[in-house]
């Protein structure tokens, strides 16, 4: 370390206690030294002071209404009441335009069996790709359910939703129209993750969200 | 570990990790977005945090990343730009003023660092970290945080006392 790395780290408690013995000899010596984590100290002390009230303010709404469905805890029943009174209307909407909008061959979302399902481009992306990966359909959560059924929070460009595997096809649990969240900035990126849709997600889950591993074993698995 | 306590940890984080935009952002308004958006990460990436570490390495590392991709390529149009917050809550009128003029100074002095200096500087002096931590933070090795660092201090510390 050069004499001012040697001043920094000894100024910041970073020197282990040898080296900074053998620095205080050297600083009784070469008042420079002293002088050098005089200022070290100063500076810092000026920049910490100078920033601490921003750790001080109370943090702006829009931030914490990102982690909002955790602040409060609900009671299980009580959430889900939330999610289906706040969302009905809304829920129901998007659905009839997304059915009206999608559900044809090739779209995002099909019907069979009177379930509403992944098709298409979602459907391949749910089988494959991991909460790493990106693309235009994003997968933000693998878990499994209650029933041990694997089940995944996605967001694509048509619509956000918790999808969970029924025998070889994902049945859509949860819907939103994407952006739902009505948080756009410039810097919104698409596949956020939307408070409501992983409260939900919370809800049904069973133990702990996939880790990657456990994800990526359970994909290569089928979803089995 | 559960969701909730995943998120009660960011929570508990938050005043920090708008503290750390800050020191990085030379414009408040463009700390907030940088904030919200490594939020925003932070909850899309939830899979990827390994319980039992820490979080908030893991989340000043989301927040550098956010940083070094998003607000970094803009163009620094707002030089002359004097964050609000700054002397904030200094009830003396004449005090006041010179610790806005010494706010100001500074945060031109740590606009004017290069980036790899800055976020040293904001990692360690502003947000406290050690070396090690900051250096797995930036994942650089130790005696290159070390020597950014001082680098980056020497020139503040030629700025400032230039303004003084």
């Not at chain 1, 061959?105 to 990106?134: H, K």
């Not at chain 1, 595997?165 to 698409?190: F, N, V």
Request: aromatic share 6%; proline share 5%; charged share 25%.
């Amino acid at each position: 370390m050069t004499d001012d790395e040697l001043a920094m780290a000894y100024a910041d408690g970073e020197l282990d206690e040898i080296a900074a013995r053998r620095f205080e000899q050297r600083m009784a010596e070469v008042p420079a030294l002293a002088l050098a984590v005089a200022s070290h100290r100063a500076l810092r002390a000026q920049l910490s002071n100078m920033f601490a009230p921003v750790a001080a303010e109370p943090v702006p709404d829009r931030l914490t209404a990102m982690l909002k469905p955790k602040v409060v805890p609900l009671r299980p029943g009580n959430r889900r009441r939330v999610w289906w009174t706040a969302g009905a209307m809304a829920a129901s909407l998007v659905l009839g335009i997304m059915v009206g909008q999608f559900g044809r061959p090739g779209g995002p979302v099909a019907i069979a069996d009177n379930r509403l399902v992944a098709s298409g481009a979602l459907a391949t992306a749910l089988d494959r790709q991991l909460a790493s990966d990106e693309g235009a359909t994003r997968v933000l959560v693998s878990f499994q359910g209650t029933d041990k059924a694997y089940c995944r929070v996605f967001s694509s460009p048509a619509v956000d939703g918790i999808a969970c595997r029924e025998g070889k096809r994902w049945e859509l649990r949860h819907t939103r129209a994407a952006d739902s969240a009505g948080q756009a900035t410039a810097y919104r990126q698409a596949g956020s993750a939307d408070p409501a849709l992983m409260a939900a997600a919370q809800d049904m889950m069973a133990g702990d969200p996939l880790d990657p591993a456990a994800e990526r074993r359970a994909r290569d698995a089928l979803w089995k | 570990m559960g969701l909730d306590a995943f998120e009660d940890q960011l929570l508990a984080m938050l005043p920090r990790l708008r503290r750390f935009a800050r020191s990085l952002s030379h414009d408040a308004a463009d700390a907030e977005d940088l904030a919200q958006a490594a939020l925003e990460k932070a909850l899309k990436a939830r899979a990827q945090w390994q319980p039992g570490t820490r979080m908030d390495s893991w989340m000043y590392r989301i927040m550098r990343n956010t940083w070094i991709d998003t607000v970094r390529s803009r163009t620094r149009a707002a030089e002359t730009f004097l964050p609000e917050a700054a002397g904030a809550g200094i009830a003396d009128e004449s005090s006041r003023i010179e610790v806005q003029v010494g706010a100001r100074e500074i945060h031109a002095a740590m606009n004017a660092l290069p980036d790899e200096q800055r976020e040293a500087v904001a990692l360690v002096l502003v947000e406290g970290l050690a070396y090690k931590e900051a250096a797995e933070v930036l994942d650089v090795p130790i005696g290159t945080l070390t020597s950014r660092l001082v680098r980056g201090r020497q020139a503040l510390m030629a700025r400032l006392g230039e303004a003084a």
